[in-house]
């Protein structure tokens, strides 16, 4: 079992920053994916972006070059800095965790973009 809390949701303006955190805890594996899901109201959840354990990432072409994540071994710990929000990035963000036993997920925090 591996238990996910987001935080750092919140609201802020157009052009704006916020910085995502999930921090992991229970079972480690040693190969994963670590990721941020997102899902508007009435729209279906949509990728964000995941990292592997090894490294390698993926982005939503709609945020490439305005989110960036990362991973803190030591800390267990997942974030995503997104920066140039948008109205359109309101949404409520999940985070994941894939593994060979399956899909963990966070409960949610809430990013309204909004002025």
């Known amino acids: 079992q591996v238990q996910l809390v987001e935080s750092g949701g919140g609201l802020v303006q157009p052009g704006g920053s916020l910085r995502l955190s999930c921090a992991a805890s229970?079972?480690?594996?040693?190969?994963?994916?670590m990721g941020w899901y997102r899902q508007a109201p009435g729209k279906q959840r949509e990728l964000v972006a995941t990292i592997q354990s090894g490294g390698s990432i993926v982005y939503h072409e709609s945020v490439k070059g305005r989110f960036t994540i990362s991973k803190d071994n030591a800390k267990n710990t997942v974030n995503l800095q997104m920066n140039s929000l948008q109205p359109a990035d309101t949404a409520v963000y999940y985070c994941?965790?894939?593994?060979?036993?399956?899909?963990?997920w966070g409960p949610g925090t809430q990013v309204t973009v909004s002025s």
């Open positions: 229970g079972r480690r594996y040693s190969g994963y994916i």
């Open positions: 994941n965790c894939r593994t060979v036993l399956g899909d963990y």
